[in-house]
C-alpha cells in the first residue's frame, strides 16, 4: 500500500507541476502514460515485483476509486433552475441514444457473430456490447476546461457551458444505463436464490437512498467542512463496498447517494470540495485501469477497438445532427463531443471487477483505447469548432500559458 501511496503522490505531483503545463502549452490530453505506468506495475509486465500484483486484495480500492466518479456526478444533480432540462440534456440524450445504440448493436453482432473470436454465452455478449455502448456515450468535460484555462483571458463563448453541461449530463445517463446493466446481467447469486432484475435495482436505489438520508440526518447542520468531509468519504466507502460485494454498480449506487446529497444543505460545499479532487482521482483511475487489464487476442482486438472508434464517431456525427435540428446550434457540434475520460475507466474498473472472459476483455481494451485517443484528440478538434463559430479567433501566444 506504501507502494501505491507513493507511486499515486509522484503521478500527481508530476500531473499538477509539468503535465498541466504541457498540456495547456501543446493543448493536448494524455492519459497514456498513466495507463502504461499501470500496466508496469500490475501483474502482466512483472508479476513478482508488481505493487498491484495481488488484485484480489486490492478490488475493494478499485470499487472506491470508480464511486468516487459516481458521486462526483451526482452531486452536480441539483432539482430546479433548469439545469436538468434545455438543449444540453437534449444533446446529451440524443447523443446517448444513437451513439450507445450503435456500439452496443455491433458488439453484441461481433461477439456472437463467430468471426475471430469463438462466440460467447448470451449473457457475457450482451453485457460486454452493453458496457462498451455506454462507455462510447459517456464523454468528457476536459477539453473544454482545458480551452477554458488556456484562454480564459478575455474569451467569450456560449458554446463551452453549454458543451461541458452536455458532457456532464451525458455521463450521467450512461452511468445509470450501466447501472441498470448490473441488475438485468447480474453475476452471481444469494443464499436465498436467485433474485430478479427489479430486487437488484431497488437493493442499488435504496442503497443510495438510504445511505443519502442517513448522511444529512447524522449532518444535520454541522458547519464544520472537514467534519462534512470525512463524514462523506466515509459514507461513500461504506456504499462503495456494499456495492462491490453485492456485485453491483459502485457507479449508480453512488450517483443516486451524490444526488440525495446535492439537495440537502451540504451540497454545494461537497461538490466544490469534490470538484477539487477530479484530476488527481483521474489518475488513479487510469493507473488501476493500466494494472487490470491483460492481453487480448491481436486481431479480435483490432477489430473491436476500430469498430469502437469509427462507430462512436459516426454515431456522435449522426446525434449531433439530430439534436440541432430546429435550434440555431451548429450542425458539427459532435467536434465539441469527443471528449472520453473519468465515466468511462470507472465503468471499465467496475467491469473488469465483476465479470470475465474474452469478449469482457476485449471491451475493457477498446475502452482504454477509445479514452486514450479521445482525450488526445479532442481538445484540438474542439479549437477547431470555435473558430469556424467565429468564438475564438487566434491563438494566444505561448508565453501567456501559465
Not at 88 to 94: K, L, T
Not at 313 to 336: E, H, I, N, Q
Amino acid at each position: 500500500m506504501l507502494a501505491v501511496l507513493a507511486v499515486v503522490s509522484g503521478a500527481y505531483l508530476f500531473a499538477h507541476f509539468v503535465l498541466d503545463w504541457l498540456q495547456q502549452r501543446f493543448l493536448f490530453i494524455s492519459g497514456f502514460e498513466y495507463v502504461a505506468l499501470g500496466v508496469v506495475l500490475g501483474p502482466v509486465a512483472f508479476p513478482e515485483l508488481a505493487p498491484f500484483a495481488d488484485l484480489n486484495g486490492m478490488a475493494p480500492v478499485f470499487a472506491f476509486a470508480a464511486g468516487w466518479v459516481g458521486l462526483l456526478f451526482g452531486l452536480e444533480l441539483r432539482l430546479g433552475g433548469g439545469g436538468l432540462t434545455g438543449r444540453p440534456m437534449r444533446i446529451a440524450a440524443v447523443d446517448g441514444a444513437v451513439t450507445g445504440t450503435t456500439i452496443l448493436l455491433f458488439g453484441q453482432w461481433f461477439f456472437q457473430s463467430g468471426l475471430a473470436l469463438p462466440p460467447v454465452p448470451p449473457s457475457q455478449a450482451w453485457m460486454a456490447a452493453g458496457a462498451l455502448g455506454c462507455a462510447a456515450a459517456a464523454g468528457s468535460s476536459s477539453a473544454v476546461d482545458l480551452l477554458s484555462a488556456r484562454y480564459r483571458d478575455g474569451l467569450q463563448t456560449s458554446l463551452l457551458p453549454m458543451l461541458r453541461r452536455a458532457s456532464r449530463l451525458g455521463d450521467v445517463l450512461a452511468i445509470s444505463v450501466f447501472g441498470v446493466l448490473f441488475c438485468l446481467f447480474h453475476e452471481g447469486t444469494t443464499q436465498r436464490g436467485d433474485p430478479g432484475f427489479s430486487d437488484w435495482f431497488l437493493l442499488t436505489a435504496g442503497i443510495g437512498l438510504v445511505l443519502g438520508v442517513l448522511f444529512f440526518v447524522y449532518i444535520g447542520n454541522a458547519r464544520d467542512e472537514n467534519h462534512v468531509f470525512l463524514t462523506m468519504v466515509g459514507i461513500l466507502l461504506f456504499a462503495s463496498g456494499a456495492a462491490f460485494f453485492l456485485h453491483l454498480s459502485a457507479l449508480l449506487v453512488n450517483l443516486i447517494l451524490g444526488a440525495v446529497l446535492a439537495q440537502t444543505r451540504q451540497g454545494a460545499k461537497l461538490s466544490g470540495q469534490l470538484e477539487r479532487t477530479e484530476r488527481p482521482v483521474s489518475l488513479v483511475l487510469l493507473l488501476f485501469a493500466g494494472a487490470l487489464w491483460e492481453p487480448v487476442p491481436l486481431l479480435p482486438g483490432v477489430i473491436v477497438v476500430l469498430g469502437f472508434l469509427g462507430l462512436r464517431l459516426v454515431g456522435k456525427v449522426v446525434a449531433s445532427s439530430l439534436a440541432t435540428v430546429g435550434t440555431p446550434l451548429r450542425t458539427d457540434l459532435f467536434r465539441g463531443m469527443m471528449s472520453q475520460g473519468n465515466a468511462a475507466v470507472a465503468m471499465a474498473l467496475s467491469l473488469r471487477l465483476v465479470y470475465h472472459g474474452p469478449a469482457i476483455d476485449l471491451a475493457y481494451t477498446a475502452i482504454l483505447c477509445g479514452v486514450v485517443l479521445h482525450e488526445l484528440i479532442s481538445p484540438r478538434m474542439l479549437r477547431g469548432l470555435l473558430v469556424d463559430a467565429g468564438e475564438l479567433d487566434q491563438d494566444i501566444p505561448a508565453a501567456r500559458v501559465a
